[in-house]
């Protein structure tokens, strides 16, 4: 198996999120997925034909449909599941950062890790939510992305890098100038 890519997912209307971890299989993937104390593992391989999978042995009929930046919906057997879902570092990162965006805000690492790949250069132009940054941590991929639209700054980290949790990774001063 490779390291999982986690995600926070909202069902449309719920009050709840639930964590949901993808690894992949030699064959398909496995997906966890957790709430609380109570975890799901269900196991999907591609079906013989378009938008057919096997889940837990069963072949079912699953379509996914993008409805905007966060936003989707999985079809199952006919069946909408629509949901938000971002990337578990993007939602701590946000549950973190101040909510003003009109002053020059600081990304620190929010674990220790290894610098997989850096996703912008110096002088690039971001908005809010965009990957910056992904760190390998406990085999585990993380993005960090931008808190506000705005412009990178200070660059301090290389591909390949062991950083420290609340390492610098830049800084994204808001851009003075509309797109």
């Not at 591609?46 to 699953?62: F, H, N, Y």
């Not at 002088?123 to 760190?135: D, S």
Request: proline share 6%; net charge negative.
């Amino acid at each position: 198996m490779t390291a999982g890519k986690h995600y926070i997912v909202t069902p449309d209307g719920a009050e709840i999120s639930y964590r949901v971890t993808l690894l992949g299989t030699d064959d398909g993937c496995e997906i966890e997925v957790e709430h609380g104390d109570e975890s799901w593992t269900f196991s999907v391989v591609a079906g013989p034909g378009d938008a057919q999978a096997w889940v837990e042995g069963r072949p079912r009929r699953v379509e996914w449909r993008a409805s905007g930046r966060d936003q989707g919906a999985v079809v199952l057997d006919g069946s909408r599941y629509g949901f938000t879902v971002v990337s578990e570092a993007r939602h701590r990162q946000a549950s973190l950062a101040p909510h003003v965006s009109d002053s020059t805000q600081k990304v620190h690492a929010p674990m220790p890790g290894l610098v997989l790949e850096v996703e912008v250069e110096e002088g690039h132009r971001v908005r809010a939510g965009e990957g910056l940054a992904i760190i390998e941590a406990m085999k585990m991929e993380n993005e960090i992305t931008a808190p506000i639209d705005g412009v990178v700054r200070d660059l301090r980290i290389r591909s390949g890098q062991p950083i420290e949790q609340g390492f610098l990774i830049c800084t994204i001063e808001p851009a003075s100038e509309p797109e």
